[in-house]
């Protein structure tokens, strides 16, 4: 368990906070920390920092004493990750109830039934269990990888998964549950949701997900079940297909819901292993065998209420049979649901700008030139703005304001979010190029004989624009790269689609050179037209350059 | 006839301008100087309406300006502005559009002036002061004397009551120099009037009917050119003018 070498580095950290340390030494020292909390004790790779990140203490603090302090410190961590052997498994916290998720009691603590499970099974094998804390998306390349050993997370097998990784035996039976908002009569079933295509939410990358792609449903993936069932209360969506354990966890207790249908499709939970770990799997079947016989998983499964009866099929036996979800893959299909995504992305990135381009101007205004309660206010939406990240803003606009009965979709939420966030960067951009443009040009206008609005028409916004123009291409790429938050609330863009189909495919690489090629293929074009349009502005300047002698 | 009566303007506590006065009449020149800090961008500034002043009026042609903070009577303003053309010191000529793009910019959207009558009346003058083969370039394109003969033409179209030059030659060698001197001239030959704010004496001179001597924000003297340069009565004065 990673708690107590946290509470060794806390600790270390306490010690020389007192000495006058620089701010940015303290960051890297708790982004190390992050760093090797999340990483398996085996990698090298962390230990380096850290020693480094001592030495690089130790001289900024020339205190002989501290050097005694930070050994004694180095060799304890260093016994902490040694003695029994560990056994690392991959895990996603992140609404991850009740598999692997934040004890709400201890913040800096995870629980969850499969968290127990795991303990449960290292013990067996007199090994120590350690979670690595991983992206559900991609937990089978992130295995692949070498990032940890096994996968525990409530972990289903599929035909797909299978060319990639092997599997242990099941551990657990689940079985998948349609939940509906109580007011809902039409849906009693799956069946009746493809007749009247309703929409079906579920968790992206799982036996569920696969289930409603295969049969061509009217599907939404998202990243965890919290969104789903959100979702599903907000109204952006019918229904949500969820494993039991998720539904029971998430969905049960909330009286806005009713579920549709009885349960259906018996699924497993397995371990992932990788496939050269033939001898690994063995021992962790017979650990599985033992466990499921002795009634130590039945314990567990009791204390977090998900045993049935169902269960009694797994204990003793050696060939249960359960279902086994599958994802096809068609690069054809692939490219149409990119290209698709890629035009969420164009609409997003375009409309948000918009926003951006046309609040930011009241925005500037009112900061520069407003009343004192329009500047404050400006102010205070500037710096909230600027000062919070777009993916929690994107998550408040997505489930805080239904709460209020404002119920937008994802993709509009994303649009208006994205806009009111860089509306603030605009306003700034715009503040700083009307600041540039001489106050005297203004006296020259008004001598001139013209009026403050035709004066700022003809101009002073003209100088401002050409100022202006450079900053506001850039803001416009770097939205055009910020629309990817989106997918924070399942909105189906370009970064999304990446994701999901080199998970299905196991082929991050060649998927991702053709995202990329979406990407550039969109802002390359925008950049060359906006640096024409700025050479058009400044071809006097360009000129003056040229000509010798002025 | 250009009239200051009694003018004061302090800003932030401080006296910038302290009981200046003068007169004097149409279609004559009158030279301001005195050392940097001394007030006379200031005063030019009254003169052209920009800026307000505390007390005192600055009567130019008919029209009597009290230096009313913003909010008064906003008309009279402009109208009051419209009298004087003015030349900065930086010309600050508008960098987005062409010589005859900056001049007929007034005549058209202030005047609502046709096009082609604003162009004729600008390339009439830019003819003038020789400039008419550049009337589609940009100001940054210009050398510096160029760009003050832009300036200048921008202001003139206006037909303004009278000029504001603020150190028409700060920024240009003796030749070019002396070319502006003859421009200037040839305009006060027709009648204009010139209120002109130069450090140089020897570009004043010949040119200027009357001098302003400004030392601390005062008007120390004030006579004719001759009369100043031959025998100030003002120590400050004489002290200034036996530098050159």
């Given at each position: 368990?990673?708690a107590?070498?946290r509470?060794?580095?806390?600790?270390?950290?306490m010690?020389?906070?007192?000495?006058?340390?620089?701010g940015?030494c303290i960051t890297?020292?708790?982004?190390?920390?992050?760093f090797?909390?999340n990483s398996?004790?085996q990698y090298l790779?962390?230990?380096?920092?850290?020693y480094?990140?001592c030495?690089?203490?130790?001289?900024?603090i020339k205190?002989?004493?501290?050097f005694l302090?930070i050994l004694?410190?180095?060799i304890?961590?260093n016994?902490?990750s040694e003695?029994?052997p560990?056994?690392?498994?991959g895990?996603?916290?992140?609404?991850?109830?009740?598999?692997v998720?934040?004890?709400p009691a201890?913040p800096?603590?995870?629980?969850?039934?499969?968290?127990e499970?795991?303990?449960?099974?290292?013990?067996?094998?007199g090994?120590?269990a350690?979670?690595?804390?991983?992206d559900?998306e991609?937990?089978?390349?992130?295995?692949k990888?070498?990032?940890?050993?096994?996968?525990f997370d409530g972990?289903?097998?599929?035909?797909?998964?299978?060319r990639?990784?092997i599997?242990?035996?099941?551990?657990y039976?689940f079985?998948l549950?349609?939940?509906?908002?109580?007011?809902n009569?039409?849906?009693?079933?799956?069946?009746?949701?493809?007749?009247?295509n309703?929409s079906?939410g579920?968790?992206v990358n799982?036996?569920?997900s696969?289930?409603?792609?295969?049969?061509?449903?009217?599907?939404?993936p998202?990243?965890?079940?919290?969104g789903?069932y959100?979702d599903l209360?907000?109204?952006?969506?019918?229904?949500?297909l969820?494993?039991?354990p998720?539904?029971?966890?998430?969905?049960r207790s909330?009286p806005?819901?009713?579920?549709a249908g009885?349960p259906?499709h018996?699924?497993?939970?397995v371990?992932?292993?990788r496939?050269e770990d033939?001898l690994?799997?063995?021992?962790?079947?017979?650990?599985?065998?033992t466990l499921?016989?002795d009634?130590t998983f039945e314990?567990i499964f009791?204390?977090?209420?998900?045993w049935?009866?169902?269960?009694?099929?797994?204990?003793?036996?050696t060939?249960v049979?359960y279902?086994?979800?599958?994802?096809?893959f068609?690069?054809i299909?692939?490219l149409?649901?990119l290209?698709h995504?890629?035009?969420?992305t164009?609409?997003?990135?375009?409309?948000?700008?918009?926003?951006?381009?046309?609040?930011g101007?009241?925005?500037a205004?009112g900061?520069?030139?407003?009343p004192k309660?329009?500047?404050?206010?400006?102010?205070?939406y500037?710096?909230?703005f600027?000062?919070?990240?777009?993916?929690?803003?994107l998550?408040?606009l997505?489930f805080g304001?239904p709460v209020?009965?404002?119920s937008?979709?994802g993709w509009l939420t994303a649009?208006?979010g994205?806009?009111l966030?860089?509306?603030a960067?605009?306003?700034?951009?715009?503040r700083?190029a009307?600041?540039?443009?001489?106050s005297?040009?203004?006296?020259v206008?008004?001598?001139?004989g013209m009026?403050?609005?035709?004066?700022f028409r003809?101009i002073?916004?003209?100088?401002?624009?050409?100022?202006?123009?450079?900053?506001?291409t850039?803001?416009?790429?770097?939205?055009?790269?910020d629309?990817?938050?989106?997918?924070?609330?399942s909105v189906?863009e370009?970064a999304?689609?990446?994701?999901e189909?080199a998970n299905?495919?196991q082929?991050?690489?060649?998927?991702?050179?053709?995202?990329?090629?979406?990407?550039?293929a969109?802002s390359?074009p925008?950049t060359h037209?906006?640096r024409?349009l700025e050479n058009?502005?400044k071809?006097?300047?360009?000129?003056?350059?040229?000509?010798?002698?002025? | 006839?250009?009239?200051?009566?009694?003018?004061?303007?302090?800003?932030?506590?401080?006296?910038?301008l302290?009981?200046?006065?003068?007169e004097?009449?149409?279609?004559k020149v009158?030279?301001?100087?005195?050392?940097s800090?001394?007030?006379?961008?200031?005063?030019?500034?009254?003169?052209?309406?920009l800026?307000?002043?505390?007390?005192?009026?600055?009567t130019?042609n008919?029209l009597?300006?009290?230096?009313?903070?913003?909010?008064?009577n906003?008309?009279?303003?402009?109208?009051?502005r419209?009298?004087?053309?003015?030349v900065f010191?930086?010309?600050?000529?508008?960098?987005?559009?062409t010589?005859l793009?900056?001049i007929?910019?007034?005549?058209?959207?202030v005047l609502?002036?046709?096009?082609s009558?604003?162009e004729a009346?600008?390339?009439?003058?830019?003819?003038?002061?020789?400039l008419h083969?550049?009337a589609?370039?940009?100001?940054?394109?210009?050398?510096?004397?160029?760009q003050?003969r832009?300036?200048i033409?921008?202001?003139?179209?206006m037909?303004p009551v009278?000029?504001l030059l603020d150190?028409p030659t700060?920024?240009?060698?003796?030749q070019?120099?002396?070319?502006?001197?003859?421009?200037?001239l040839?305009?006060?030959?027709?009648?204009?009037?010139?209120?002109?704010v130069?450090?140089?004496?020897n570009?004043?001179?010949?040119?200027?009917?009357?001098?302003?001597y400004?030392?601390?924000?005062?008007a120390?003297?004030?006579?004719?050119?001759?009369?100043?340069l031959?025998?100030?009565?003002?120590?400050?004065?004489?002290?200034?003018?036996s530098?050159f």
């Amino acid at each position: 368990m990673p708690a107590p070498r946290r509470i060794l580095l806390r600790r270390m950290i306490m010690k020389l906070c007192p000495y006058k340390i620089k701010g940015g030494c303290i960051t890297s020292v708790s982004f190390v920390q992050d760093f090797y909390l999340n990483s398996s004790s085996q990698y090298l790779f962390s230990k380096v920092i850290i020693y480094y990140i001592c030495l690089k203490v130790f001289t900024e603090i020339k205190k002989p004493g501290s050097f005694l302090v930070i050994l004694c410190l180095l060799i304890l961590i260093n016994r902490s990750s040694e003695g029994q052997p560990v056994l690392t498994h991959g895990g996603d916290p992140s609404g991850g109830a009740p598999y692997v998720f934040t004890d709400p009691a201890n913040p800096n603590n995870y629980i969850g039934y499969e968290l127990e499970i795991a303990d449960a099974v290292a013990k067996q094998m007199g090994m120590r269990a350690e979670l690595i804390r991983t992206d559900w998306e991609a937990i089978v390349a992130s295995l692949k990888n070498k990032k940890f050993d096994v996968i525990f997370d409530g972990f289903e097998p599929t035909a797909d998964r299978a060319r990639e990784i092997i599997f242990s035996k099941p551990y657990y039976l689940f079985r998948l549950q349609l939940t509906v908002r109580k007011d809902n009569k039409e849906i009693n079933s799956l069946e009746d949701c493809r007749r009247l295509n309703k929409s079906v939410g579920t968790l992206v990358n799982c036996a569920a997900s696969r289930l409603l792609e295969n049969e061509k449903y009217n599907w939404r993936p998202y990243a965890d079940p919290v969104g789903a069932y959100k979702d599903l209360e907000f109204g952006r969506i019918d229904a949500v297909l969820m494993d039991i354990p998720m539904e029971m966890f998430y969905a049960r207790s909330n009286p806005e819901f009713r579920k549709a249908g009885e349960p259906f499709h018996k699924g497993a939970y397995v371990v992932g292993i990788r496939k050269e770990d033939t001898l690994l799997q063995k021992r962790i079947n017979s650990a599985i065998d033992t466990l499921l016989r002795d009634g130590t998983f039945e314990k567990i499964f009791r204390k977090w209420d998900m045993w049935d009866d169902f269960q009694l099929q797994l204990a003793g036996k050696t060939d249960v049979h359960y279902e086994i979800t599958e994802k096809k893959f068609d690069w054809i299909e692939a490219l149409l649901k990119l290209a698709h995504a890629a035009g969420i992305t164009i609409l997003l990135a375009f409309g948000a700008m918009l926003i951006a381009v046309v609040l930011g101007i009241p925005l500037a205004v009112g900061q520069m030139y407003g009343p004192k309660t329009v500047r404050i206010f400006c102010n205070v939406y500037i710096e909230f703005f600027r000062g919070t990240p777009v993916l929690v803003q994107l998550l408040f606009l997505y489930f805080g304001l239904p709460v209020i009965g404002i119920s937008l979709p994802g993709w509009l939420t994303a649009l208006v979010g994205l806009g009111l966030n860089y509306a603030a960067y605009e306003s700034q951009v715009y503040r700083a190029a009307f600041q540039a443009v001489p106050s005297r040009q203004w006296d020259v206008s008004y001598s001139l004989g013209m009026k403050p609005m035709l004066a700022f028409r003809r101009i002073i916004l003209p100088q401002a624009v050409r100022t202006a123009l450079p900053p506001m291409t850039n803001d416009f790429v770097a939205l055009f790269k910020d629309t990817s938050t989106a997918f924070a609330i399942s909105v189906w863009e370009l970064a999304t689609a990446y994701r999901e189909l080199a998970n299905a495919t196991q082929s991050y690489l060649l998927l991702g050179a053709v995202v990329c090629v979406f990407y550039l293929a969109m802002s390359l074009p925008l950049t060359h037209y906006a640096r024409k349009l700025e050479n058009k502005l400044k071809r006097s300047s360009q000129k003056l350059e040229k000509a010798p002698g002025t | 006839m250009i009239k200051v009566d009694s003018l004061y303007k302090r800003v932030n506590g401080t006296e910038i301008l302290k009981n200046v006065s003068f007169e004097f009449p149409a279609g004559k020149v009158l030279g301001i100087i005195g050392e940097s800090g001394s007030g006379k961008t200031s005063l030019l500034m009254s003169l052209s309406g920009l800026t307000h002043f505390n007390e005192g009026t600055i009567t130019v042609n008919s029209l009597t300006f009290n230096g009313e903070p913003a909010g008064g009577n906003k008309e009279f303003i402009w109208r009051f502005r419209r009298q004087s053309g003015i030349v900065f010191q930086h010309l600050y000529l508008f960098p987005h559009l062409t010589v005859l793009g900056n001049i007929i910019e007034a005549p058209l959207h202030v005047l609502k002036e046709k096009r082609s009558d604003s162009e004729a009346r600008a390339l009439e003058l830019l003819k003038k002061v020789g400039l008419h083969n550049s009337a589609d370039k940009y100001p940054d394109e210009l050398s510096g004397g160029e760009q003050q003969r832009a300036a200048i033409c921008r202001a003139l179209i206006m037909n303004p009551v009278v000029l504001l030059l603020d150190e028409p030659t700060s920024a240009l060698d003796p030749q070019r120099s002396a070319d502006i001197r003859q421009l200037l001239l040839d305009y006060v030959h027709q009648g204009h009037t010139l209120v002109i704010v130069s450090h140089s004496i020897n570009f004043l001179r010949g040119l200027a009917d009357y001098l302003l001597y400004m030392d601390e924000g005062e008007a120390v003297e004030f006579s004719e050119t001759k009369e100043m340069l031959a025998n100030p009565k003002d120590g400050r004065t004489k002290e200034f003018l036996s530098h050159f």
